[in-house]
């Protein structure tokens, strides 16, 4: 999965441990198998540590990126979108169904790098 180069120029590599799958490995995979969970949890603590609202969620970022991403113009296809998101895709055409073996890592890369940030800095020596 691509890395937006935002992430990347932010420190994002820093928090992935040598020798470690994960990032953030600090959080722990459930027995029940999946990390979204224990990470949507640890989220809800951390955001009100830093005065985020109730309302919004860990989803809701996941909800902002695909809103703003399917309201783009330009060449970014909603296989595209829903394939980066780990949505299923929201339309079963046959052609997608049937013929699409794959999504290049380069048209992810193209989708990654339309979402648009702002300016932050999240290396930890600062």
């Known amino acids: 999965m691509p890395i937006h180069s935002a992430l990347l120029e932010w ?4 928090f992935k441990k040598d020798g470690e799958k994960f ?3 600090e959080l722990k995979t459930p027995k029940s198998g999946s990390r979204g969970t224990d990470f949507g949890r640890n989220f809800s603590k951390f955001k009100t540590t830093i005065g985020l609202p109730a309302a919004i969620t860990f989803h809701s970022f996941r909800h902002t ?16 979108i829903d394939a980066l998101l780990g949505h299923e895709a929201s339309h079963k055409s046959q052609g997608a169904t049937t013929y699409l073996s794959g999504i290049t890592t380069e048209n992810l890369a193209q989708t990654v790098e339309s979402v648009r940030y702002p ?3 999240l290396r930890r020596n600062l």
């Open 11 to 14: 420190g994002i590599l820093e």
């Open 119 to 121: 300016t932050l800095c």
């Open 65 to 80: 990126v695909s809103t703003r991403l399917r309201n783009k113009t330009g060449d970014l296809r909603e296989l595209w």
């Open 23 to 25: 990032f953030f490995s």
